[in-house]
């Protein structure tokens, strides 16, 4: 799928690190977390999707390895604010449900 989307824009995926689970405010979570080609050089990708009853969330963080030495902190601090509850609905974010 990953490949498929990448080859869309004329990049590859040079390696795929893992999909593992973890908790988000105790409901579950995918990690996926792969590093693919890039303009400027290769881009380092972590996708967190979370499941919950409402509704799903995914963030998705990335930063070009060239510029690691800037970004992972900032990421870092993002991926330990990132915080769900079950009261935030798709609106909060932004967004507006789509009624059947």
């Known amino acids: 799928m990953f490949e ?5 824009q ?4 040079v390696s795929f690190a ?5 908790l988000v405010q105790n409901y579950p979570a995918l990690v996926t977390e792969y590093t693919r080609t890039g303009i400027k050089g290769p ?3 972590q ?3 979370v499941v919950m009853p409402e509704n799903d969330v995914s963030i998705t963080l990335s930063y070009r390895i060239s510029e690691g030495s800037l970004w992972v902190p900032i990421i870092e601090k993002i991926r ?3 915080k769900v509850t ?3 609905s798709v609106s ?3 967004f507006h449900k789509l009624e059947n």
């Open 80 to 82: 330990s604010t990132f």
């Open 92 to 94: 909060d974010f932004g």
């Open 10 to 13: 004329n990049e590859k995926i």
């Open 86 to 88: 079950s009261e935030q």
């Open 47 to 49: 996708i967190i999707q």
């Open 43 to 45: 881009v380092k990708v």
């Open 18 to 22: 893992d999909v593992r689970r973890i």
């Open 4 to 8: 498929k989307l990448l080859s869309a």
